[in-house]
């Protein structure tokens, strides 16, 4: 099933590539580094000099182990977090360079869906609050006006539009991150980062959630960014895949050609993940 989902993504790829639409990158990121102070007065430099490019239409992958930086450099691209020093791009225009409206556009191209979005949900808000909370917030709509455009997407995630009415705790895990999904794309983006989004997920659910977005990346032309542990998800997802770390990008690879990967690092992740793929089978037997 998650090769299938590879090749309706490659044709994604493919078919903007002869519209000649993968020219321009849409974000790219210059030697962008991040340092944290250390109790003991040190520095911690969680990003070192990481270089990167995404397109239009894309879908990159980032792995590597917990605590390699991958956070840090997506809060960076989402702003939540300063460089310490290096830049990013977003349509060609330096981000830290864009202030008033053109910042509020650009928080608006950009959106992010969290591991666990129900904790980020107020548990008393309603599910069609929840999802235009991010249109109150931009003054683009008023309370109580809700309903119609929550039903619009929450049906666009799969869900039916009855959904609109309930409370965070009155859904499954699998429903909350597709109204987590639905809340991101509510501001009409460009870029949807997903930090372990579907991790946490059961296997099928993760499975229906995949197509998804793959679907959702074909209609609106999105631009994908996965941070996942889970190289299976970021192959079948991915056009390409950035291995991270101890801080640095170490290699950068096509996704279909991962298992030829040739960083020691990354030939460890995958002999890891196929270990618990033989791991699985023993079991099944
Ligand atoms: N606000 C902070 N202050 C100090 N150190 C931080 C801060 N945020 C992250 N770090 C440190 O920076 C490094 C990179 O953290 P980061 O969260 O980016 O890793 P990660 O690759 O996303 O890990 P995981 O896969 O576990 O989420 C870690 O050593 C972490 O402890």
């Known amino acids: 099933m998650l090769t299938q989902l590879n090749k309706e993504v490659v044709m994604t790829k493919d078919s903007l590539a002869s519209k000649g639409e993968v020219g321009t990158p849409i974000l790219e990121v210059k030697s962008l580094c991040k340092t944290f102070p250390l109790p003991n007065g040190g520095l911690l430099e969680a990003c ?3 270089s990167w490019s995404l397109w239009r239409g894309e879908s990159l992958g980032i792995v590597g182990e917990s605590g390699c930086g991958k956070s840090t450099l997506m809060k960076m691209v989402m702003r939540m977090l300063e460089p310490t020093s290096g830049e990013i791009y977003l349509d060609g225009v330096r981000m830290e360079k864009r202030t008033g409206k053109e910042a509020r556009e650009q928080r608006r191209k950009i959106q992010m869906v969290f591991q666990d979005s129900s904790q980020a949900f107020d548990p008393r808000m309603t599910v069609a609050d929840i999802i235009c909370e991010p249109l109150y917030n931009f003054g ?3 309370r109580g006006e809700a309903t119609n455009i929550a ?13 609109a009415n309930r409370y965070p705790h009155e859904m499954s895990g699998g429903q909350r991150q597709r109204v987590a999904i639905a809340r991101a794309l509510v501001l009409e983006p460009d870029i949807i980062l997903f930090d372990e989004a579907t991790s946490a997920l059961d296997v099928s659910v993760q499975d229906s959630i995949a197509k998804l977005l793959v679907k959702l990346q074909k209609e609106k032309n999105l631009t994908y960014i996965f941070v996942a542990h889970d190289i299976a998800f970021i192959r079948s997802m991915c056009h390409r895949v950035l291995v991270m770390y101890y801080g640095e990008v170490v290699e950068e690879v096509a996704a279909k050609q991962l298992t030829k990967a040739k960083h020691p690092y990354t030939q460890k992740l995958l002999r890891a993940v196929f270990e618990v793929t033989r791991e699985r089978q023993r079991i099944v037997i």
Not at 151 to 163: A, K, N, P, T
């Open 140 to 142: 683009l709509l008023k």
């Open 48 to 50: 070192k000099g990481v």
């Open 151 to 163: 039903i619009r997407y929450l049906e666009m995630v799969g869900l039916d539009g009855s959904f």
